[in-house]
């Protein structure tokens, strides 16, 4: 069982949807949670880091913790075709804490 | 822009030949992470290095290795390399000492094809 799973899409929807992104993952005693968005050929840029359970706001980003069901989320409202990107949802762990990723979930917003 | 750099952007190479890939932090970084990110997948934990020591190492051979230096820089060398060494290779780098609130900041990575 991979540490953390991830849908791997592709995901296509019209501009001004709201997009849901989800990943859970296997270890209970991850504490620290991230959103990194990747665009074609560029390295992952950090979106949204969340410590525990909970919500975190940034703009048109919420994520979402659940660790009773292992379980996060990035919802993005108001999508815009500039989302278009591949989301991969990380955490920490291990004795370095090594950011360990999902495979990474392909979104195409169509104008 | 995060101001970590990486080069060559791309590099074709032979099967058991040997590649050098280099990265640049930002200054004050003394922390840099390598990774390997396949196509479709996402990126692989190689290793770590604060203040040029290895501080962590992910589930890879011997044959890949890694360098810091004192300037911010850093390699990553893989011998003998092998078709599934393909993929891009990416350095992230960050201020503290690889603790688990220590942003990591990604380079653009580097695209290595093995032939």
């Known amino acids: 069982q991979k540490e953390v799973e991830q849908d791997p899409g592709p995901l296509s929807v019209p501009e001004g949807a709201i997009v849901s992104l989800n990943c859970t993952y296997s270890?209970?005693?991850?504490?620290?949670f991230m959103w990194y968005r990747q665009y074609s050929r560029k390295g992952p840029e950090l979106l949204m880091y969340?410590?525990?359970?909970g919500n975190k706001e940034d703009g048109r980003f919420t994520a979402q913790v659940d660790k009773s069901s292992k379980y996060i989320s990035l919802f993005i409202r108001d999508s815009q075709p500039s989302d278009s990107a591949t989301y991969l949802c990380?955490?920490?762990?291990?004795?370095?804490?090594?950011?360990?990723f999902g495979t990474g979930t392909l979104l195409a917003v169509q104008p | 822009e995060t101001g970590v750099t990486q080069s060559p952007t791309h590099l074709i190479k032979t099967r058991g030949q040997q590649v050098t890939l280099r990265c640049s932090s930002q200054?004050?970084?003394?922390?840099v992470s390598w990774y390997q990110q396949a196509l479709g997948q996402g990126p692989q934990f190689i290793f770590q290095?604060?203040?040029?020591?290895?501080?962590g190492r992910g589930n890879f051979p011997p044959r890949f290795s890694g360098l810091q230096f004192p300037n911010y820089s850093s390699e990553l060398n893989v011998n003998a390399l092998e078709l599934d060494d393909s993929a891009l290779y990416l350095c992230?780098?960050?201020?503290?000492?690889?603790?688990?609130?220590?942003?990591?900041?990604f380079g653009p990575g580097t695209r290595l094809t093995v032939l």
């Open positions: 270890n209970s005693a991850f504490q620290y």
């Open positions: 992230a780098s960050s201020s503290g000492s690889g603790g688990a609130t220590d942003t990591q900041y």
């Open positions: 969340t410590y525990s359970s």
């Open positions: 990380a955490t920490r762990g291990g004795a370095t804490n090594k950011l360990i």
């Open positions: 200054s004050g970084h003394n922390t």
């Open positions: 290095y604060y203040r040029e020591e290895e501080n």
